[in-house]
């Protein structure tokens, strides 16, 4: 993985998008390209007009190089006085902390350093590797303004299928397992179940499994996101299931890219959700984050039959 260099600006920013989804009311990143990789990840083409690519001489969509930005301590300490204690900044959106790139730079624990002791705000950590336990001394000391994800984007049954899919993050187990020993040392958990793949963790036998961890894990909230099949990620994503063997599943995101297919998809995926949350004794604590413009009017009408734990967004 070729690790890029970049600058960054902003060092905390308002997110309208975050606040819609429950999630945060303000947003941190390490970056611009993370390298973990994984094959469905939005940030580049939510990225992709930025000027570091084309200052670097970088197609937004190619693969194998990750952008960091080592001076992030010091431009969230410039910010960090402007936020308050009824805010939460969600640490990280578009990258994340303890990528390689970023734990060779010990960047996430620096960063969290910084937010928790020169500012107010509840602190969201959002990470897929397990490295994050370095952290965790420093976050029980601030328990009540810390809440830790560690994405279960799948059951560890699929876990060497997320291998294909997330390359460079810990597998399922190892966050699963990161996730719990945050739990037993009192830390304060949720659940992100972002994006849950067609033929990966989308039946019931999956979401059961996968809300059984979180469950263990004392998440006090749970998010789960149908993919988007719309930009470049699901083509890679089927693309590399298939060269892996994982022929099944190549052909559920294969498939998924039609709009008839997704639509009945996601409609099914946020069904059983529903259910699998009822008997899990955590349907008050689900936020299934769908963006309407993706779904058809009749789909919308017959998921709001049941709009228990749905979050309905604008267009993204
Ligand atoms: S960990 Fe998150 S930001 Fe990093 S590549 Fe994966 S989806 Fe993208």
Not at 87 to 94: A, K, N, R
Not at 113 to 139: F, I, P, Q, W
Request: hydrophobic share 40%; net charge neutral.
């Amino acid at each position: 993985m070729k690790e890029h260099v970049w600058p960054l600006t902003a060092g905390i920013n308002r997110s309208r998008e975050f606040a819609r989804k429950k999630l945060a009311t303000h947003t941190a990143n390490v970056g611009l390209i993370c390298g973990h990789g994984c094959l469905y990840c939005s940030s580049r083409s939510v990225l992709r007009c930025h000027r570091a690519f084309k200052v670097l001489g970088l197609n937004p969509f190619d693969e194998g190089y990750c952008i960091v930005d080592p001076q992030t301590p010091l431009r969230l300490m410039n910010d960090v006085h402007k936020t308050y204690a009824s805010d939460v900044i969600m640490f990280c959106s578009t990258s994340d902390g303890w990528a390689p790139e970023a734990q060779s730079l010990n960047l996430g624990e620096q960063c969290l350093r910084v937010l928790l002791e020169h500012g107010r705000s509840v602190v969201r950590v959002l990470t897929k590797n397990a490295a994050v336990t370095g952290a965790y001394d420093l976050m029980a000391r601030y328990r009540n303004r810390v809440r830790l994800g560690l994405s279960l984007t799948a059951p560890k049954s699929a876990e060497a299928l997320m291998k294909v899919l997330e390359p460079h993050a810990s597998t399922i187990s190892e966050r699963f397992a990161a996730l719990k020993e945050a739990h037993e040392r009192g830390l304060r958990t949720y659940g992100m179940f972002c994006p849950c793949l067609p033929g990966i963790a989308d039946s019931p036998e999956a979401l059961e499994e996968m809300f059984a961890a979180a469950v263990e894990c004392g998440t006090e909230d749970i998010w789960l996101e149908p993919v988007n099949a719309r930009g470049k990620g699901i083509v890679r994503c089927a693309e590399a299931l298939a060269q892996a063997g994982f022929t099944a599943a190549a052909h559920a995101a294969d498939a998924v890219r039609h709009e008839a297919a997704w639509n009945e998809y996601a409609i099914n995926l946020v069904k059983a959700a529903q259910v699998v949350a009822v008997g899990s004794g955590v349907i008050d604590r689900l936020h299934v984050l769908l963006y309407a413009n993706r779904f058809t009017s009749d789909a919308q009408e017959t998921l709001n039959t049941d709009p228990r734990g749905i979050v309905w967004l604008k267009k993204q």
